[in-house]
């Protein structure tokens, strides 16, 4: 399946950071609770966007996964969003089982600053 030459055109147009990726920040879809933070390539924008499945790059890894994968805490992509300069991405998901890798459904239920 190939993106539609609109959506191509959007993913190549994305803003990319010198090591070649874009932040995606992830957020349920229906109660807007931000979920976690990852980083995306050009593939795995295409793949997210083509396979509905969240897919991110791992930079301690070096290698992509989809999210839930081996844990069954999957990431079902409702849309996708680019930020006003492109080098940010939303991804409205419908997650199944905790997004974070501590087991928690957020990543960012214990870090109150203020």
Known sequence: ???????AAQ????KYNDAG??????????????LMVAWMD?????LTVETGRATYFSRSRNEYWVKGE???HTQRVIEVRRDCDGDTLLVLVDQTGAACHTGTRTCFDNGLIS
Do not use: F, K, N, W
């Open 1 to 7: 399946m190939t993106p539609h030459p609109a959506m």
């Open 11 to 14: 993913i190549s147009g994305l």
């Open 21 to 34: 990726l874009v932040c995606a920040v992830a957020q349920q879809y229906d109660t807007r609770e931000v």
């Open 42 to 46: 050009a593939e795995a924008v295409r």
């Open 70 to 72: 081996t844990s069954g």
